[in-house]
Structures are given as structure tokens and as C-alpha cells.
């Protein structure tokens, strides 16, 4: 595969990924109803029909990674855009199979057999694969089936939208010289460091400093000395950073980092104080800072046209297949605001 090829491929399938987000087994299994709850329709799609428990199954997952990091009102308000996302995809998705049928596409046995066998591999015995097929009242022929499903939309994104899609070698000249910024790499250290804190005093932590440095100077290992003293945060690593940019700590540790870039490699700082306490700090590579050349951005440039052009195509395709197909969503919650004309 040239680079060329393999650019367009890594851009199909990172696109196409996030164009056909949905997980397939929450969005196409059969929506079993939980005690106490009445599944709805929430939108109708050519013959098919989106349900309510199906929606809130795509959602579960979202919700429950929400409330762990938000305030309930937060939540309310970032699951209403997550619920109106959530519902147009799975109205694309259905328009997209409707149209994937109407091709009349045949997938390979092997190819669903790969997948079955991708299913089969999450599960520790084919006991629990089994158990999950029957928790979600589903047969080995339905889930071959949705499996069919899944790959015929594929191989339709890619013959009536990714084909269709051209980079053309001037536009990636034009975009690298107006976006130079884009490609600069600002200069890093490879930083190592020895923080001693202000315990119980700084008198105290300053001597501690200094036996520290002493070792170092009679030829004690940096890491191994981070291991044994250090009360930073990277202690059990050797006190490792990794590669660390002009800016990356902040003010507060300024002077930190501009010892550490003062440095050459295999070199060791003096002390330095801060209000964090006394630190040491060791590097043992650098880089200058430098501006990528044009053969180095390509293929980031490659992948970034390619997926804005992917996604108008992709959206202007589904405009078309909304045209064709009836379309009816009945959610009246107002926490969807829901518009098929929306990208």
C-alpha cells in the first residue's frame, strides 16, 4: 500500500468510525422493555421505527459517564444535546440500511463469521456468550443477521460517500503554507526530578536538598535517588516527566523549567527553590524547537481534508436519503429540539 493509499484508508476508517459512531449492539438489537417501563416510538424511518427503549440504550452509557464528573443540572442540560445527537444518529442509521437493502448487497458468510467470532472472543466461555444472547432474546440467525446489516452499510459509506471524495496534492500545499502554526514543535527536555517539600520546615527540607545534591555530585544516580527521596508526584518512575515543552508547568514552576531547559543532557540542576519546596532536576535529551516540513505534515494534512470533505459529502448523501425515505420523529421531550436539516 503506497502512502497515498494508506493515508486515504486510515482517513476512511477513522471517519466512517465516527460517522457511524453507534455501537451495533446497542442500536440494533431488539429493545427489550425493563418492568414498569412502556416503549414509544420516537421516530419512524421509511418502514422501520425507532423506539424509546432503543434510544435510551445508546444513552445509558453517556448518562452514567456524566453524572460522574457533573452536578444533576449539568447533567440534565448536557444529556439533552446528547439525546438529540443520539436520536439523529440513529435515524441516519436507519436510513442508511434502508438504503444498504435496497442495494441489494450481499456480504461473504466468512466476513459475518469474523465478526460472530469478534462478538464471541468478549466472552470468558461460550456459556456466557450464550447468556448474553438469551438475556437480550436474541438468536444466533438475528444476530447474523443485524451483523449483515452493519456490513452493508459499510461497504455503502464507502461506494456513495468515501469514493466520492478527492485531496488533490495543491490543496495540501495551500493548507500547510496558510496553518505554519499548526506545525510547529516548541522545544523539549526530557525532564527528570527530585522535589523535596517544605516538611517539617524549610531549613530542614533544604539540608535534605543538599545530602541529595552531594550524592549526585560523588556520582549517584538521578532515578535511583528520585526512587529512594523524592516527594514528587513521578517518585516510583525515577522522578520521569517525560518530554516536557516551554509553558508546560505553569508559573508557579517557572523556575523549574528554566533550569531544566538550561541544561545539556546528562546534566543536573543546582536547587531550585519554589513554593512547593527544593527541587533537582536532571534531563538527558533535548530537542529545538523547528517547524515540520510539508513531507512531514502530510499525512495529518492528508487525514484532516479528507475527513472535512468526507463528512459534507456524508451529510449531503444523508440529506438525499431523508428526501427519498419518509421520515417522522414523534420525541416531544424538549430536551431534544430535534431538526433533520442539522449537520
Not at 466468512?110 to 438469551?134: G, M, W
Amino acid at each position: 500500500m503506497n502512502v497515498s493509499s494508506r493515508n486515504w484508508y486510515t482517513a476512511v476508517c477513522n471517519c466512517a468510525g465516527a460517522a457511524l459512531a453507534l455501537v451495533l449492539l446497542a442500536s440494533l438489537l431488539p429493545a427489550q422493555v425493563p418492568p414498569g417501563r412502556v416503549s414509544r416510538i420516537v421516530a419512524n424511518v421509511g418502514n422501520d421505527a425507532i423506539t424509546s427503549i432503543e434510544l435510551d440504550r445508546v444513552l445509558a452509557p453517556y448518562q452514567q459517564q456524566l453524572a460522574e464528573r457533573l452536578p444533576p443540572e449539568e447533567v440534565t442540560r448536557e444529556m439533552a444535546r446528547v439525546r438529540r445527537d443520539a436520536l439523529k444518529q440513529l435515524i441516519d442509521r436507519k436510513l442508511l440500511t434502508a438504503a444498504a437493502k435496497e442495494q441489494e448487497l450481499t456480504m461473504p458468510e466468512i466476513e459475518i463469521d469474523k465478526k460472530v467470532d469478534e462478538y464471541r472472543a468478549r466472552y470468558a466461555t461460550p456459556e456466557d456468550f450464550q447468556s448474553f444472547l438469551d438475556q437480550q432474546g436474541l438468536t444466533m440467525d438475528e444476530l447474523r443477521s443485524t451483523i449483515n446489516d452493519d456490513l452493508k452499510v459499510k461497504v455503502l459509506f464507502q461506494d456513495k460517500v468515501a469514493r466520492r471524495v478527492t485531496v488533490l496534492p495543491g490543496e495540501l500545499h495551500d493548507y500547510y503554507q496558510l496553518h505554519l502554526d499548526e506545525f510547529t514543535q516548541p522545544a523539549q527536555v526530557h525532564m527528570y526530578q527530585i522535589l523535596v517539600k517544605n516538611k517539617p520546615d524549610a531549613k530542614t527540607a533544604l539540608l535534605r536538598a543538599r545530602a541529595i545534591q552531594k550524592e549526585l555530585q560523588s556520582g549517584g544516580n538521578f532515578q535511583q535517588l528520585a526512587r529512594q527521596y523524592s516527594d514528587d508526584p513521578k517518585r516510583a518512575q525515577g522522578g520521569d516527566w517525560g518530554l516536557v515543552s516551554e509553558g508546560y508547568f505553569g508559573e508557579d514552576m517557572a523556575p523549574v523549567e528554566q533550569a531544566a531547559f538550561k541544561l545539556h543532557p546528562g546534566e543536573f540542576s543546582g536547587i531550585v527553590p519554589t513554593r512547593y519546596g527544593f527541587h533537582l532536576v536532571y534531563i538527558d535529551r533535548k530537542r529545538a524547537g523547528r517547524v515540520l516540513t510539508e513531507a512531514e505534515a502530510y499525512d495529518d494534512i492528508y487525514a484532516k481534508l479528507f475527513n472535512q470533505k468526507l463528512a459534507s459529502v456524508y451529510e449531503e448523501y444523508l440529506l438525499h436519503l431523508r428526501d427519498k425515505y419518509y421520515v417522522e420523529v414523534l420525541e416531544q421531550a424538549p430536551a431534544t429540539d430535534f431538526s433533520l436539516s442539522e449537520p
